[in-house]
Antibody, heavy 116, light 107 residues
């Protein structure tokens, strides 16, 4: 059973870059799509972007200019970077394994607060 | 961008009742790429249905999905206490989007 675990700073200052890592255990990250999703407190889900381990990426058009996803296959990790953050980026961030059957496996999520 | 509109926003029902949740898309969605998720407080979403009508492994058969084109539904045939949660639809084509969610409350 694939398990995902997000990690990273819980507090980021406005205008700085948010950096998160998703560690995958119980399976290889190769040959799968991986997505990041976020959820502000009390609100709905927002898809951030999708990454395939060959390097193909697809980002939410509203976030595309600020988002970068990458993979470290040696560590079985996927990373997310979001630049120029504001308070509106405060949310729980999830990583998930993506594919023809939707978002099959999810991490537990990590709360990121943007505040000075 | 495909906008998904879920209705109703909130539903108050009793255990044992049957319910249907709606998800309407602003343009046609391939049925191969429509999913439903359940989310309970403090937890990550859980995949229930993919490809519009296929149940994910381990999902009870009281959950069923149907629909095509722009109109999709999630039916729960007989509500159990653990089914009271928020439900989201998602189209997971080339640029995925989520509906705003339907909250299912205990009456």
């Amino acid at each position: 059973q694939v398990q995902l675990q997000e990690s990273g700073p819980g507090l980021v200052k406005p205008s700085e870059t948010l950096s998160l890592t998703c560690s995958v255990s119980g399976g290889s990250i190769s040959s799968y799509y991986w997505s990041w999703i976020r959820q502000p407190a009390g609100k709905g889900l927002e898809w951030i972007g999708r990454f395939y381990t060959s390097g193909t990426t697809s980002y939410n058009p509203s976030l595309k200019s600020r988002v970068t996803m990458s993979v470290d296959t040696s560590k079985n990790q996927i990373s997310l970077k979001m630049s120029s953050v504001t308070a509106a980026d405060t949310a729980v961030y999830y990583c998930a394994r993506d594919g023809m059957a939707g978002l099959v496996n999810w991490g537990q999520g990590t709360l990121v607060t943007v505040s000075s | 961008e495909i906008v998904l509109t879920q209705s109703p926003g909130t539903l108050s029902l009793s255990p044992g009742e049957r319910t249907t949740l709606s998800c309407r898309a602003s343009q046609s969605v391939s049925s191969s790429y429509l999913a439903w998720y359940q989310q309970k407080p403090g937890q990550a979403p859980r995949l229930l249905i993919y490809a519009a009508s296929s149940r994910a492994p381990g999902v009870p058969d009281r959950f069923s999905g149907s629909g095509s084109g722009t109109d999709f539904t999630l039916t729960i045939s007989r509500l159990e206490p653990e089914d009271f949660a928020v439900y989201y639809c998602q189209q997971y084509g080339s640029s995925p989007t989520f509906g705003q969610g339907t909250r299912l409350d205990i009456k």
